[in-house]
């Protein structure tokens, strides 16, 4: 059972237009949300995250959402540019037996975003 | 440069003939983890670490096994490797739990 689950496996934007990747989630433990890039032959490199404590997060060009009545985040990316093409894992955190915490990931988002 | 290293980045086996993936990070992290990535399955926790002799099972630990006698490394072992380990590896590291990880360039493994 996902609990994470980012339901478009593809997204095709314009450059200079806003990409929009959106993220589910079904556990309510989840207190912490992150995402990661992913270029081929590379290893995920972290990008952004937020707290549950909050709705939104911006660094750069890149805001991500949180909406927890929904259990919906979302990442925005504006402008979009041609060297954001790659995959986007969302991912989500909850405290997990005594101090740990244990991350669930999404299966990704392949982003091409085309000249 | 604050890095996640793993060796080797691409292996051919076969049935049966142990191995070690190893992974070091000179970032003074706390915490390591090893994943495996497979089309339709993303990215599963294999075993993870919080500190130096601390170890843990992730969601697939079965047929590996790690050691984390130093803080900077966190070898991933397999006994006896079987066609379904077949995969891309990753290690990961970060200062505290699960988080922020920084992530090493993955090993690509093929076990025929």
């Known amino acids: 059972d996902q609990q994470v689950k980012q339901n478009s496996p593809s997204l095709s934007v314009q450059e200079g237009r806003i990409s929009i990747l959106n993220c589910d989630y079904t556990n309510s433990m989840f207190d912490y949300f992150l995402w990661y890039k992913k270029y081929p032959a590379e290893g995920p490199t972290f990008l952004i995250s937020?707290?549950?404590i909050k709705d939104k997060n911006e660094d750069g060009r890149f805001t991500v959402f949180l909406n927890k009545s929904a259990k919906h985040l979302s990442l925005h990316i504006v402008p979009s540019q041609p060297g954001d093409s790659a995959v986007y894992f969302c991912a989500a955190s909850a405290r997990h037996a005594g101090n740990n915490r244990k991350l669930i990931w999404g299966l990704g988002t392949s982003l091409a975003v085309n000249p | 440069e604050a890095q996640v290293t793993q060796n080797p980045r691409y292996l051919i086996t076969v049935t049966g003939k142990k191995l070690t993936v190893t992974c070091s990070q000179n970032?003074?992290?706390?915490?390591m983890s090893w994943y495996r990535q497979d089309p339709g399955l993303g990215l599963r926790q294999i075993y993870y670490?919080?500190?130096?002799?601390?170890?843990d099972k992730g969601d697939v630990p079965e047929g590996y096994k790690v050691s984390r006698k130093e803080k900077r490394n966190f070898p991933l072992i397999l006994e006896s490797p079987s066609p379904n380990q077949t995969s891309l590896y990753f290690c990961?590291?970060?200062?505290?739990?699960?988080?922020?990880?920084?992530f090493g360039p993955g090993t690509r493994l093929t076990v025929t």
């Open positions: 970032m003074n992290h706390e915490y």
């Open positions: 990961a590291s970060s200062f505290f739990g699960a988080n922020e990880q920084y």
């Open positions: 937020i707290s549950s």
């Open positions: 670490s919080m500190n130096v002799e601390v170890t």
